[in-house]
Every structure is written in structure tokens, then in C-alpha cells.
């Protein structure tokens, strides 16, 4: 076999910030943008008007998982910068746009992967943490709907806490941080 039929080109920058194209701005702009638009809403709601702030929430829910899935994601699996700091820095910037820890989501994604939605073993036990089928019955998956709307709350914190203890005391630490960003940010805002 050719091992030139399988290379792949990945691209490269002589940027000092990005780590892997300057189009990493993109998403992280739109990450920021989030943060902005969460932070502000929420301090801008005494001025609007009821039904435009019910539109804006439902806005703001949405966006936040559209954001998730393609700024977090992408950002879980190659971080925009160079500088390791300014990763965690992002992180953190995530962690409270998203109300979770991305150093967590990052345990839990990885472990997705390891088992790519698998069914319960005898046990009813899954690699995939988030498996769909889970929660299912008779080796079916579960209804969308239940997985989409429990899934957050299905989170076991211990497991997650155990790998990342694997992977170092750094990355606790800093999940450890995310949460407690977003957990201040939020504590500040419903005290405001």
C-alpha cells in the first residue's frame, strides 16, 4: 500500500496566536460573541419588554448549543491557540457561556469516542458515557427527546472526576475552575 494515498494535509500558520489557521478567529470569535451575548442579556433584561425576553432566552438556549456544537467541539478536539494559557483562558470563557466545564465536557467526549454509542452490557453498563442507548430499552436508543433534555443531568461527576485525575492534577484543577467560574457567574447574576 501507498503510504501517500493515505497522508493528510493538515493546515499550517506562521500565526503567533492561532495554532492551527488564522480561520480558528472565526469560531473563536463566535465563542466570545456568546459570552457577550449571555452576559448582556442578562443585564440588559430589566429594559425589555416580556415577550422579547422570552424570545431571547429560547434564542440564547439555542445559540448556546448551536455554539457548543460547533465552536466547543471543534475547540475540544484541536484548541485555537498556541499558548496553553490562553486555551484554558478560553475554556473558561466557554465554561460560563456554556454552563458546564469544557475540561469536563472534554473527559466525557473523549470517553464518547472510546465507546461510540454502545449498548449495555449485561450489566447495563456503556463505555460511552452518553451512549443514546443507555437509557434505552430492549437494545433500542432512547427517545431523542428524553436523551436531549436529561442528558445534562445524567452526568456522573465522580467518573468524570476519576479520569480526569488519570489524565493529571492540572486538569482537575482546571474543570475545577470552569465550574466554578460559571457557578460564580450565575450565583452574581440572580444576586444582582
Known amino acids: 500500500m501507498n503510504a501517500d ?3 493528510v494535509d493538515r493546515p499550517t500558520t506562521n500565526s503567533k ?3 492551527h489557521t488564522r480561520w480558528d478567529a472565526i469560531p473563536a470569535g463566535a465563542g ?3 459570552l457577550a451575548y449571555f452576559l ?3 443585564f440588559l433584561y430589566p429594559a425589555r419588554a416580556a415577550l422579547g425576553d422570552a424570545d431571547s432566552w429560547i434564542h440564547l438556549l439555542v445559540d448556546g448549543q448551536r455554539e457548543h456544537q460547533r465552536g466547543g ?3 475540544i478536539h ?3 491557540f498556541r499558548s496553553e494559557l490562553l486555551n484554558r483562558l478560553f475554556g473558561v470563557t466557554q465554561s460560563i457561556a456554556c454552563c458546564f466545564s469544557q475540561t469536563y465536557y ?6 464518547h469516542h472510546k465507546g461510540n454509542a454502545d449498548r449495555p452490557d449485561e450489566k447495563g453498563e456503556t463505555i460511552d458515557w452518553i451512549s443514546i442507548y443507555k437509557h434505552g430499552h430492549d437494545g433500542e436508543a432512547e427517545n431523542p427527546w428524553r436523551y436531549v433534555f436529561l442528558s445534562f443531568f445524567r452526568d456522573d461527576i465522580g467518573a468524570i472526576r476519576r479520569e480526569l485525575r488519570k489524565r493529571g492534577r492540572r486538569e482537575l484543577i482546571w474543570g475545577n475552575i470552569e465550574l466554578a467560574a460559571f457557578a460564580t ?3 452574581v447574576m440572580f444576586a444582582v
Open 32 to 34: 466570545l460573541f456568546h
Open 5 to 7: 494515498a493515505i497522508r
Open 106 to 111: 472534554n473527559a466525557v467526549h473523549m470517553q
Open 40 to 42: 448582556g442579556l442578562f
Open 78 to 80: 484541536n484548541p485555537f
Open 17 to 19: 496566536l492561532f495554532a
Open 73 to 75: 467541539h471543534n475547540f
Open 185 to 187: 457567574v450565575l450565583l
